[in-house]
């Protein structure tokens, strides 16, 4: 994937003329096979890879009998790599399948390369919404993504009203959009931290800036399901998305039912993004950087755009968790630090060239 | 086939169209014509069902536009607008292809069939695109844009064409281009056209009939020759015209005389 996009960056738009300037059925069905053999790879190679480095073989062997054999790894090797490694990767895919897919629809949607999650204030609310389920009903599992859900939605919701003025939307007004409601979400949450007792603080501050660590397997189940079935159904609007990209009117006018996509995208996406981060806080930058790594490479249909975004997103959370929880071993950085590491300056690139 | 009747449109208290009528034919082309903020705009919105009118109903082929689903209005009815910006690097064939949308069988996913591509492809070469199919919308210049933007409309094979200052940004020669499609399409009795425009000349040059209209209200419709008045024109504009014929096409030509004050 690298490859290709160093190829699109040096040829640019020359090197789509081949394919008479569309994307095809075959060409999403082939980068989406692509990503998918890749992304199966990279499960497969980080989970030898942690504190305690685990033999290939038998570790592969134990992965491929789907943990019915131990394949000679001892009882600890066995435990390390099917109870603490494994689902932390599979939880490290579905959020960053679905932060990808959620930031390319958000793009589409408000018309904006630099719309993403964490950057519009929806990962706050949804942060938001998680702490007050833990403070308010921690008793009750549910309450977490229930809460984080309401949270990502309503954050949505005002940053779409804030960012509309009489004049319609400029992305920059979206951007200031969502630092006001970001900065007034991290107030927020200070606010609910101090109502915390002072050991749970620290590993809340850890799982703010994203961390796959403290993940139950139901909270882990609903992320996987909700990464696959919303990445679906966003798929599945992504012709009206395509219309939406070049404007609400533009869209009206070709035959889009504006108002119940818009409606469907921002419910599937605060979905997306509360699900993620019930289970491992705010990963940011993920919606940034990705789906425009894809574009990059496979061009702007969302038809293809959002599924490759979501496969190549999951790819590159289970990376950069895979480096996160490896380059200072025995010790652990949050995920969320080393994508945004990559993705701050990735923004500002983008910013610059308008 | 469409038809606008008695449309009255309210900003808040402010009127923006009070009681205007407007049969809209096969084969015809009509000018809306008016100074700024005359509601002509305003008007075209509400032809396609963009706004929705305050009292009276826009008909297509008989039933109220309310009728019908998005999707089958925006397979009679297209609109030309003055292109946005493209933000996205989307190419001009994906870009026309758009136009295809509404003709889809599901219309929120799906592929395009062999058909659609062809349409496409059709009016690429109509709008002398073709060879620019592969390029990205921002690379384009103005004059491109704006026909691809007309491509995309002619690519719905919509039979109401409607559109809003389409010339407004283009050099002489490509306003004429742009005009000139429309009324081909219109002579084979293809579209019937409704457009805005603040160039009366090329109005006069192109459309069978003129709406003028001032705040809101029609003050006259009809062939250019009968509207396209001095007397009239300067009601409406509120500055002296001079009127004659044009020494080519024999159409009205219109020069604003403007009265220096020392």
């Known amino acids: ?354 | 086939m469409l038809q606008a009747e008695n449309i009255t449109i309210k900003y808040g208290s402010r009127l923006a169209v009070s009681d205007v009528s407007l049969n809209v034919r096969p084969g015809e082309i009509i000018a809306i014509l008016g100074p700024n903020g005359a509601g002509k705009s305003t008007l075209l919105r509400a032809l396609n069902g963009g706004l929705k009118p305050s009292s009276g109903q826009v008909l297509l082929e008989g039933h109220s536009l309310n009728q019908y689903p998005r999707r089958v209005i925006s397979r009679h009815i297209a609109v030309v607008a003055q292109e946005g910006d493209v933000r996205f690097p989307v190419t001009v064939l994906e870009f026309v292809l758009g136009g295809r949308y509404a003709s889809a069988s599901t219309g929120a996913w799906g592929w395009e069939t062999d058909r659609d591509i062809k349409v496409a492809h059709d009016v690429l070469r109509e709008t002398e695109l073709s060879e620019l199919s592969g390029r990205l919308m921002n690379e384009l210049s103005g004059g491109e844009r704006q026909r691809a933007v007309l491509a995309r409309a002619l690519a719905t094979e919509a039979t109401v064409l409607l559109l809003d200052e389409p010339t407004a940004n283009l050099d002489l020669a490509h306003q004429a281009v742009i005009l000139g499609l429309v009324r081909q399409r219109s002579d084979l009795n293809e579209v019937a056209a409704v457009v805005v425009t603040h160039d009366i000349n090329l109005a006069a040059q192109f459309s069978n009939h003129v709406l003028l209209m001032k705040n809101g209200h029609a003050v006259a419709f009809g062939h250019p020759a009968e509207v396209l008045t001095p007397k009239l024109l300067r009601e409406v504009f509120d500055v002296r015209i001079l009127v004659d014929a044009h020494p080519i096409t024999g159409v009205p030509r219109i020069t604003p005389v403007h009265e220096v004050r020392r």
């Not at chain 1, 900065?183 to 200070?190: K, P, Q, R």
């Not at chain 1, 660590?213 to 159904?233: E, F, H, M, Y």
Request: charge should be positive.
């Open chain 1, 1 to 354: 994937m690298k490859a290709n996009t160093e190829a699109a960056l040096e040829h640019g738009p020359k090197a789509r003329d081949l394919n008479d300037g569309r994307v095809t059925l075959r060409q999403t069905l082939a980068a989406c096979s692509l990503l998918l053999v890749a992304l199966l790879a990279a499960i497969l190679v980080t989970s030898l890879f942690g504190s305690e480095r685990l033999p290939t073989r038998a570790s592969i062997c134990a992965i491929a009998s789907l943990g019915q054999s131990a394949c000679g790894l001892t009882p600890d090797q066995y435990a390390i790599l099917l109870e603490i490694r494994l689902p932390r990767i599979f939880l490290a895919a579905a959020v960053g399948a679905s932060l990808a897919a959620a930031g390319a629809s958000y793009q589409a949607l408000l018309r904006n390369p630099l719309a993403e999650p964490y950057l519009l204030g929806v990962s706050n609310g949804a942060a938001v919404g998680t702490m007050i389920a833990l403070v308010f009903f921690g008793a009750w599992e549910w309450s977490r993504p229930l809460m984080a859900f309401t949270g990502a939605l309503g954050a949505t919701f005002v940053v779409y009203r804030l960012a509309h003025g009489r004049a319609g939307a400029s992305p920059e007004r979206l951007i200031l959009a969502g630092v006001i409601v970001t900065t007034f979400l991290s107030s927020a949450i200070v606010f609910v931290t101090t109502l915390m007792d002072a050991t749970r603080i620290r590993s809340f501050t850890f799982w703010l800036l994203g961390d796959l660590s403290g993940s139950t397997t139901r909270l882990l189940t609903l992320a996987i399901i909700v990464a696959i079935l919303g990445t679906a159904v966003l798929a599945a609007n992504a012709r009206s998305l395509n219309l939406l990209m070049l404007g609400e009117r533009d869209a009206f006018d070709l035959g889009v039912e504006v108002a119940r996509v818009r409606l469907i995208v921002f419910f599937v996406a605060s979905l997306l993004v509360g699900s993620s981060v019930a289970s491992s806080g705010s990963v940011g930058y993920v919606g940034l950087v990705v789906p425009h790594l894809v574009r990059l490479s496979l061009g702007s249909d969302n038809r293809i755009t959002v599924p490759a975004a979501a496969l190549a997103g999951a790819l590159f959370v289970v990376v950069a968790d895979t480096v996160a929880r490896t380059i200072i071993a025995p010790r652990e950085l949050p995920v969320g630090a080393i994508t945004a590491l990559i993705g701050a300056p990735l923004f500002v690139y983008l910013l610059k060239r308008g």
